[in-house]
């Protein structure tokens, strides 16, 4: 019995923490944005992924919304989604395969355990690139301020898969989103945040039907150029 009470404790603790940290935080973990592709480029004003985003900062009274990417050919430009300014970051692995190139598990898993060294990743947002997380958190805290940001920025992962099961696969942009929960919260918050995150686009995901019923299909045309926007 007394193991118990103590372990209530702690989960109160725990939690009591976790609703303090992320009300007075940068940022406040939501989750996946996405499972699959629907357009190329994938984030733009009216895209159907960006006008999820912009909702889930309007629910929360929120100006602005953070979305975090892999690094790709993007310049990662921040925009007008309606009334809700989108701030888009990507990350840069100095010792990965690149955003198309094959994952290697154990060093993911070391990332997770150990956490990221530093000097690893680079950022960018906006055409710039951040040498590191401080300069870009910098950038971030800037943008929010002059949209008129008050309290923690609702952060996304974009979580669309190129390739393969995209329910087992998280797709783009978790790395960077487990990163951000790990320096803002430490580590324990950011297994919390990133477990409890891919679930949300199963519960908030007006067209989660679709993208995993059609997402082989999404992912050949995203591949093959038939998905770019004219």
């Excluded at 109160?12 to 480029?41: D, H, Q």
């Excluded at 996304?156 to 995209?166: C, D, F, K």
Aim: proline letters at 5%; charged letters at 15%; glycine letters at 10%.
């Amino acid at each position: 019995m007394k193991w118990q009470v103590i372990l209530l404790i702690v989960l109160a603790l725990f939690g009591g923490y976790l609703v303090i940290s992320a009300a007075t935080g940068l940022v406040e973990p939501v989750g996946r944005l996405g499972f699959v592709k629907l357009a190329n480029p994938d984030m733009y004003p009216g895209h159907p992924h960006s006008q999820l985003l912009a909702e889930y900062a309007r629910e929360r009274g929120s100006k602005c919304a953070l979305v975090v990417h892999f690094a790709g050919d993007s310049n990662y430009r921040s925009y007008m989604e309606g009334d809700v300014y989108i701030i888009e970051m990507a990350f840069i692995d100095t010792n990965g395969t690149g955003a198309e190139g094959p994952t290697n598990y154990m060093d993911s898993l070391k990332l997770a355990l150990f956490g990221v060294p530093d000097g690893r990743y680079k950022f960018k947002a906006d055409g710039l690139t951040f040498n590191n997380w401080n300069d870009a958190r910098k950038h971030i805290k800037k943008l929010a301020a002059q949209k008129g940001q008050q309290g923690p920025i609702p952060m996304v992962w974009h979580g669309t898969a190129r390739s393969g099961n995209p329910i087992f696969t998280q797709g783009c942009g978790l790395p960077l989103y487990f990163y951000i929960n790990w320096k803002e919260y430490g580590s324990v918050a950011a297994y919390y945040y990133t477990l409890k995150g891919m679930l949300t686009p199963y519960l908030s995901l007006p067209f989660r039907n679709y993208e995993l019923q059609h997402a082989s299909e999404l992912q050949y045309y995203y591949t093959h150029h038939m998905l770019d926007y004219q």
